[in-house]
């Protein structure tokens, strides 16, 4: 059970930081303030994202291995 919890923070930490991520991407590029390769969902967010549910997953509680 501990591992679908630690699973559970991880994919849930993983979407809000997209959408999180995606939302300030979109301001950025509207105001004009982004580089023009700016884009959603590029590598930028999904590699920040991912990294947001890395720690979430790493600080979650596990089970004690024998």
């Given amino acids: ?15 809000l930081t ?13 105001a004009h303030l982004g580089p023009p390769d700016l884009g959603e969902t590029g590598f930028l967010q999904l590699g920040g ?5 890395r720690i979430a997953y790493r600080r979650s509680p596990h089970r004690g291995t024998f």
Avoid: G
């Avoid at 997209?18 to 509207?30: P, V």
């Avoid at 994202?49 to 549910?53: D, E």
């Fill in 1 to 15: 059970m501990p591992e679908f919890v630690a699973s559970l923070l991880a994919a849930a930490a993983f979407c």
């Fill in 18 to 30: 997209l959408l999180a991520l995606n939302a300030l991407t979109r301001m950025l590029i509207q």
């Fill in 49 to 53: 994202a991912l990294v947001v549910a």
